[in-house]
């Protein structure tokens, strides 16, 4: 058994991201350009791995993916067609390549972002309207991705990265990511209203599931935390909504587990290595 691979990261990237320690919060103040962080992961291995981890390690598919890659011909190593899936190769010596195409011992660095988003920015990678976007206010240096939708009006913890499996999986409905938001509403929400949003309501795509629903102390009744673990268009306003509450204000305060702590309105961190592997576990990814 060979020893377990390791992503080693280059040099310069290094030294960079000593300069963005894992946790610190940035300013928005100004677009932050990390072009030098652009370098590449490079995979090794003391010893030989096996070609689905390799293939997983360099971000080419998921381990289970890889398998089927393998089994229906479609990858070589050293010009050999393999399909055994105990094939193992040598991360910095053998030549894989998938569909006739060599795949590179590298990947491109992973990036995970938590941004505090404030009021009027959209959540898209390019609006043409000009409007600004969240893009706008993390790091550029990296080709970045909203993971899900928040409302333009709406602010709160807001996941931006390039691990496309990750982001995948923690919007599909299948893994059920909890989200909690801060509604502050324009009317009184009564105790009917509550044990209502608990059980679900009926919208016009259909009933929504139940929810974790409290009231915020406070003397009028119209602050209302509540944890839902879908992500329908607009579901949360359209809940009140349907209650006959307009929603004044709508934060998202917690999203699968991560919080806003620290970080100030407009504001982002990196997420540290634990978060990452968390999050990862949290939607059956290995790692
Ligand atoms: N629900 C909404 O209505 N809006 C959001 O932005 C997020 C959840």
Do not use: C, W
């Not at 999203?255 to 990196?270: H, I, K």
């Amino acid at each position: 058994m060979g020893a377990p691979a390791r992503v080693v990261e280059q040099r310069t990237e290094k030294r960079e991201a000593g300069r963005r320690e894992e946790g610190q919060v940035k300013s928005t103040g100004g677009r932050v350009d990390l072009r030098a962080d652009k370098s590449r992961t490079a995979i090794e291995a003391d010893g030989p791995i096996r070609l689905n981890k390799f293939l997983a390690l360099i971000g080419v598919a998921s381990r289970r993916t890889a398998d089927e890659l393998i089994s229906s011909g479609r990858l070589s190593v050293n010009g050999e067609t393999v399909r055994d899936l105990g094939t193992k190769v040598n991360a910095g010596r053998d030549r894989v390549a998938l569909d006739g195409r060599l795949l590179s011992n590298e990947r491109e660095k992973r990036t995970y972002v938590l941004l505090n988003k404030p009021k009027d920015t959209i959540t898209t990678s390019s609006d043409e309207k000009g409007r600004k976007t969240v893009l706008d206010l993390v790091p550029s240096g990296e080709r970045l991705y909203p993971v899900g939708r928040l409302d333009r009006h709406t602010t709160g913890l807001l996941l931006l990265t390039n691990d496309g499996d990750l982001a995948h999986r923690l919007m599909h409905p299948s893994f059920g990511v909890e989200k909690t938001y801060l509604v502050t509403t324009k009317t009184p929400v009564s105790k009917l209203d509550l044990d209502k949003l608990t059980r679900g309501i009926e919208l016009d795509d259909g009933m929504t599931a139940p929810a974790t629903v409290a009231l915020v102390a406070g003397a009028r009744s119209t602050s209302v935390e509540i944890t839902i673990h879908e992500g329908r268009h607009h579901q949360v306003r359209r809940m009140f909504e349907a209650l006959g509450h307009d929603v004044e204000k709508l934060d998202r305060i917690v999203y699968a587990g991560l919080t806003l702590s620290g970080v100030r309105r407009s504001e982002y961190r990196s997420l540290t290595r634990d978060e990452v592997v968390a999050l990862r576990r949290r939607v059956k990814l290995d790692r």
